[in-house]
């Protein structure tokens, strides 16, 4: 009894202040949050803050309190100038996102009442919310969602006095129960809380293109995108999908060569769209991937512009606002079609202008066809690609080229991807007097049969080349195809196997990512598209076409009365649970239960423990030392003071009871 005395002799804790269990959970809330947004902070900002937290907590468990404000001060100011310094700038979604995580876990320095720790965690569900403004997908709404568990138990433990006392699975249990109960009120809420047409503010980003193509093409410009397997576009037909050979994403049309890169040239947006004569045309959905830029690659070939965007002269298409988010075209394409059948004079000149200088071993092969075929356009492009089917090799990760690009692959390294093998072409092509560009956008894709679309990764960015011959106008030519054929008919997938290392190559791997991709078009659709059109036609079942804002006001008034009901009906009917010392006192029974010594309905706390004392004769002392102090808890005070529940807690814990052998 004497530690017992001795817990009663402690002075009283300050209920403003935090206790040890509520700032543990604090720290890990802010942890949390940390963590969440660990992905766009810069590295040295995430350490930076990730030391401070830990010596903080490290700090308080010692019996520290505030931090002095000299040393506050300096660290605030340090976090501001090295955000300017970085971000060159205050504002915006990443430098402002990155100030906030750091003051909130500089908000610790000064966390010793509870109101300070209330402030802190409403903050911190802010910054929760904040971390969507950079994906919005499954994963990461499921992990901003997981920080909400910390948070709560934070708030909990606050207002639990005996949070130090009880154990962590007291603590959890109830925030579990209170999360779950939320989810109905939570999916009520989103689908008839009215929603605004666009949001609310617009989100700033770097401003740098996710998918990486561009509208110049050099060797190894596409090789960072070539290995990216992230998603470009998701492909819905209305009938069958067209064959791989026919997947053609256009997206960027090259025409001008300095002899290092080629670009579109400076006339390609001042001529109407070229003619076009279309035969057979499919129809279908394409849900394009934010990008940040404003170019649409879609199925070659275009027939009209979608709403919102502007056909090039070129029968490219690019949207009138840039692509900041997942953006829905229905279009229509051509897949039997004759292009630009009369070429103009001024397009002809700039098809078949070359850089001086540029590849001369490849000019005089090129003059060399143009003297044998003659005007027979079909044999020229046939010898070339009977030149990249014997002597050349498909790679990844080719040679580095030399000063003369042109003529170092052709005669010497033999050896690349698309961009090598369009580049080349379209230059032999022009140097035998054939007009002709390159092409750059997606091709092939992933077929899946149980959701049925196209999956479109960035990885299968691809370059081709058009000629123009005459009679059939823009014809289009796949030199890869002739070097390896496996990445037209099969993909950039197969083309590519055993050129990537590390096991995220193998065929499973590739095949859970695509199923995987089917949750995520699930997600996608059903709740990143949940816009206020299809909120407005969610009633049509019951009769109501266009539900406006009063439509949903009067279904969200009764749907929450509904909940809030049936909520106070289960707080009024439960069983109540007790106090903290009930809950020792039920972990108790649980242990001598599994000893042999349940407690019987009608039975007293002093008679069941005076039984169990009897009945485990090695535990008597300790049993007989709960008992009373269970009793001098319970029934010498109005509440169980905070020490006496502590040293009736500790001393359950150290309780061993072993069963009862018959």
Known sequence: MTGFRRSLRRPPVDPTTIGRRAFD?????????LLVHATHLPSWLTGALATVLALRWRHRRRGGKKVPTLIKLPMLALLLAAIVLHYGTLFGRDPGSAFAVGLLVLKLLESERVRDARVGVA???????????????????????????????????????????????????????????????SIFAFLFIPRLGSPLWGAPDSGQAATGLSDRLAPGRMLDLMTDDTPAMHITFDGPPPPNAQRYFRAYVMQWFDGNEWTPGSHATRRPPAQAEYGRRIAYHAAVEPSHDRVLPLLDMPTL?????????????????????????????????????????????????????????????????????????????????????????????????????????????????????????????????????????????????????????????????????????????????????ERVQLGAAAAAIGQRDGWLDTPWIREMRDRWDVVNQWWNRGVIGFDSLRQQGMLQPFGVDHADVTDLAVVLAIGCSLLVTIALGWAIFQRREGDALDAWMRRLERKLARAGVARRTSEGPKHFLTRAARALPAQRNALERLCELYLRSRYAHDEPPPESIRAFGHAVRELKARRVVK
């Open 123 to 185: 903050f911190a569900c802010f910054g929760l919310m904040s971390a969507l403004l950079f994906g919005q997908g499954l994963v990461a709404s499921g992990i901003v969602s997981l920080g909400l568990f910390p948070a709560l138990a934070t708030l909990r433990a606050l207002e639990n006095p005996d949070a130090d006392i009880a154990g962590w699975s007291i603590q959890w249990k109830p925030v579990l129960l209170s999360l779950l109960a939320s989810i109905p009120l």
């Open 305 to 485: 512009a979608p709403p919102d965007t502007v056909l090039g002269p070129d029968r490219t298409v690019r949207s009138n606002r840039r692509i900041d988010d997942v953006v829905n075209v229905s279009a229509l394409a051509a897949l039997d079609y004759r292009l630009e059948p009369t070429l103009d004079d001024s397009v002809r000149h700039d098809n078949l202008a070359l850089p001086v200088g540029a590849g001369p071993r490849a000019r005089a092969l090129a003059s060399s066809w143009s003297q044998r075929f003659g005007s027979n356009s079909t044999a020229i492009v046939q010898a070339a690609l009977a030149m990249f089917h014997d002597g050349f090799s498909y790679t990844l990760a080719p040679e580095p080229l030399g000063g003369d690009r042109i003529d170092d692959f052709l005669f010497q390294t033999k050896q690349g991807y698309c961009e090598h093998f369009a580049s080349s072409f379209t230059f032999l092509m022009r140097a035998a007097g054939i007009p002709a560009r390159v092409v750059t956008g997606y091709q092939g894709g992933y077929w899946n049969d149980r959701a049925h679309y196209l999956l479109v990764r960035r990885s299968d960015a691809h370059a081709w080349s058009e000629v123009w011959l005459d009679g059939r106008g823009w014809v289009r030519i796949d030199p890869t195809a002739a070097v390896r054929p």
């Open 25 to 33: 959970l604090l720290c890990i809330t802010m942890g949390f949050l």
